[in-house]
């Protein structure tokens, strides 16, 4: 999913701006961060870190699917398995501030996008296209990015053994990996204030300088957008399409089994925005909303900790889980959904009042 800043922008224009809640105001804290703090600390505390993980696991794929290659060995295929559902955590945290960068290199749906279009992936491994990380950043989305990595890794309900990996096929997964690593990189070099970008100090001198946010207000308000995305996108289309289908192809991770666990870790993400907290405690949303409307930050926590929460007992085989405990995954969909909503009514609204222009 990719979030337009302007279209966010125009988006939450539409939002009703009578009121933030029906809670009554809370008198001001004097510990309070201010909109400068919200805005550093989410730049700090939770995108930098978490796209410094996404680029060290995906370096870490790369060396376990380069070692696969050299020695093709069972062991070797099950630590490149490994290497990439942990280089998928940090992607689906990230996935709560689908902005910026992501956006503007276009790497979301370079880096995810699905369904793997499986026959022509079959045709470019029968051609003889040279396999390496530029010819595979020239391929169409749905032939390169984790799941076509996956894919190849895992095959079919995740029968694929080291036998069955071709020289060919190897060859491919290691550019695959390799242009994985080389996006993630960039992503996270396009954040660090160490490189000539810095979109951090675009986002934190947003109102003050920055050329992509005219005001703090906008550059919280994206904040809200992104996370009231990625909820209604795992709700209503990653859950809900092989639900409504009752078709396990349409699961996003059908190779490796680990949808169920890549919507929970987008909802953790959604959480780490919402509290500026990934490997420490920040300053966030919920602190400043906090500091004024108790009851609306209160609410936010608990039904983000609802929302996580209800991934508890759900198979962590998606797609066998449409068939065996569609009421569980309703009952994900309705948490998760309730957060997309009190995010893009109460909070945006809340902000939409509260931030100085």
Known sequence: MTISIRRAMLLLALIAVAGCSSDSIDSPQTNAPDESAV????????????????????????????????????????????????????????????????????????????????????????SSTAFN??????????????????????????????????????????????????????????????FSWNFTAQYIRAGEGSTVFASKKDAMLVLVTAMAGICEEVAGGKMEDPLAAMDSTLEESQFSHSSTADFRNNMIGVRNVFRANFLRDGRG??????????????????????????FDGLDPHFGRAIFTQQSLIRRAQDAITAVQEILENEVAAFLRQQVPN
């Open 39 to 126: 805005l550093t600390d989410f730049a700090h505390v939770v995108a930098n870190p978490v796209y410094n993980e996404l680029e060290a696991k995906a370096v870490a794929l790369l060396v376990a699917v380069r070692s696969l290659r050299a020695a093709p060995t069972e062991a070797g295929l099950q630590s490149a398995r490994a290497a990439w559902h942990a280089v998928r955590q940090p992607w689906e945290y990230s996935e709560a501030f689908l902005f910026g960068p992501v956006e503007d290199f276009q790497h979301d749906p370079a880096l995810d996008d699905w369904p793997v279009n499986r026959v022509d992936l079959d045709s470019v491994l029968a």
């Open 133 to 194: 990380t530029e010819s595979v950043r020239a391929l169409p989305t749905s032939l390169k990015g984790f799941h076509a990595l996956e894919y190849l890794l895992f095959g079919i309900a995740g029968t694929k053994t080291v036998e069955g990996c071709t020289e060919r096929e190897l060859q491919y997964m290691e550019a695959l990996a390799g242009n994985i690593a080389f996006m993630c990189s960039e992503l996270r070099r396009a954040w660090d204030p160490a």
């Open 285 to 310: 949303l919920d602190d400043y909303i906090a500091a004024k409307n108790l009851s609306l930050a209160n609410r936010v926590r608990g039904r983000m900790d609802a929302a996580v929460a209800a």
